[in-house]
């Protein structure tokens, strides 16, 4: 009698230790994760609904013609477009060689008092590299063309 409730009390043990460790699992990656999520926001979707300055987003679309500012050190500013709206971008940095008017980028960073303040840019030269969320939104706007075989 004896030997059977101490297999059943093994058991309710091994369970209730499974069941914990799960839930500690689960909440270490919530946490790991908290700021590895950064949802794609368009220009107009930005304009349409402002994000709060401590979220972390991306942004992507095209650099606008005529808008690169290069300031003091390695300050630049320059706006990005999908077509219907555009969003003034300043980034502290280095760009990266693709990086150039009329041509796609995605930033991730933040938008505060009108301004995506980005910590990471990278250029996309077409739509092989363009995300899907990129080309969608100039889609949508109507400025999208398609790549030229070169």
Request: aromatic fraction near 8%; avoid cysteine; hydrophobic fraction near 40%.
């Amino acid at each position: 009698m004896a030997m059977g409730g101490l297999k059943k009390k093994r058991r309710i043990q091994i369970v209730a230790l499974t069941t914990v460790a799960l839930i500690i699992s689960t909440a270490l990656i919530g946490y790991a994760m908290r700021d590895g999520i950064n949802f794609f926001r368009a220009p107009s979707d930005i304009i349409a609904e402002p994000p709060g300055p401590a979220e972390v987003f991306r942004i992507g679309g095209l650099v606008v013609e005529g808008s690169i500012v290069r300031g003091e050190s390695e300050q630049i500013r320059f706006s990005v477009t999908d077509g219907g709206a555009s969003i003034p971008v300043v980034y502290t940095g280095v760009l990266p060689d693709l990086f150039n008017e009329n041509e796609g980028m995605v930033g991730t960073g933040r938008y505060i008092d009108g301004v995506f303040e980005a910590s990471e840019i990278l250029a996309k030269h077409d739509e092989t590299y363009m995300p899907a969320e990129v080309v969608d939104a100039l889609k949508r706007q109507g400025v999208y063309k398609e790549p030229s075989d070169s």
